[in-house]
């Protein structure tokens, strides 16, 4: 049996379009259901071996497939992923503010959409799968990754800097609402809703939910104290608003879905022994 999971921020120069990058190997392993959550991220995944397998996508009119590239929208509902005991990939996760810049298209444009990432990024993204499944260390592939993504941004393209900057408020937290936001960035409440629509793919409050589940499945992964610590923690009213909002992003309540997905922890690609937290992201 074998099982691998090491994760990294993405290097210096592309870090303001991209996140993080997760390396995932198993082998022999039960075979699982596991649910893609909605996050604030774009999803793209590259596989190393098995193809990627859903059984269900956040769009229920796109149906099952298997997939050796994939490329995700934001999304407010989960997918469902499948193997038979085998799975192996890198899953990168991009800021919707660089999807002009990294894939050419606003990220409005794949708003709950699962596409074969080739459709979009063309031939580059196979050769950036020949290229990491060859590499023999999770370092290295990541080092790839990086290489790719930071040829992309030559010429950088971002949304107009009212997105930008009302996109950076709802991620910083808190309870702003949309019409603050406007005030704040100089638009009226509809129109900024209308371009975020365009823009990331998900309405200013939307994205603020979204944002919202993100930080509190990440904390409850590493370990949170109590979910009505947890609720506190992340802007919640209460346990009974953190449990409703979790069930609707993730179709199962906190407890339940940690249970289920049986999550490993994450090893530091660069210091293997220490454990690794996404809250720099929050």
């Known amino acids: ?3 691998e999971y ?19 190997r198993e082998t022999g392993v039960a075979p699982a259901v596991h649910r893609g959550l909605p996050s604030p991220f774009l999803t793209l995944i590259v596989t190393l071996d098995d193809p990627l397998q859903i059984s269900s996508h956040p ?14 929208g934001l999304h407010t509902t989960p997918a469902t992923i499948v193997h038979d005991g085998r799975q192996s990939g890198i899953q990168i996760a991009l800021s919707p503010l660089g999807a002009r ?23 580059c993204i196979d050769a950036l799968r020949d290229r990491v499944r060859a590499a023999t260390t999770w370092a290295d592939r990541f080092r790839i990754v990086d290489e790719m993504l930071a040829r992309r941004l030559a010429a950088p393209v971002l949304p107009r800097p009212e997105v930008v900057h009302a996109w950076r408020l709802l991620q910083a937290g808190g309870a702003l609402a949309t019409a603050d936001i406007a005030r704040e960035v100089g638009w009226s409440g509809r129109y900024l809703s209308r371009q975020f629509n365009l823009e990331i793919g998900l309405s200013p409050k939307a994205a603020a939910r979204v944002a919202r589940f993100d930080l509190a499945r990440r904390r409850l992964q590493d370990g949170a104290a109590s979910l009505a610590a947890l609720a506190a923690s992340c802007g ?7 449990t409703r909002e979790f069930t609707g992003f993730a179709g199962s309540p906190p407890a339940k879905w940690l249970a289920e997905e049986n999550l490993p922890p994450f090893r530091n690609v660069q210091d293997p022994d ?5 809250d720099w992201a929050a």
């Open 59 to 72: 769009d229920p009119a796109t149906p099952p497939g298997r997939y050796d590239t994939l490329l995700g």
């Open 6 to 24: 090491v994760r990294r921020p993405a290097g210096p120069r592309v870090r303001p379009f991209a996140g993080w990058y997760s390396g995932y």
């Open 236 to 242: 919640y009213y209460d346990q009974a608003h953190l």
């Open 274 to 278: 220490a454990p690794w937290s996404a």
């Open 101 to 123: 810049t990294l894939l050419g298209l606003p990220a409005g444009e794949l708003a709950n959409l699962d596409v074969t990432a080739s459709d979009v990024l063309g031939p």
């Open 1 to 3: 049996m074998l099982s």
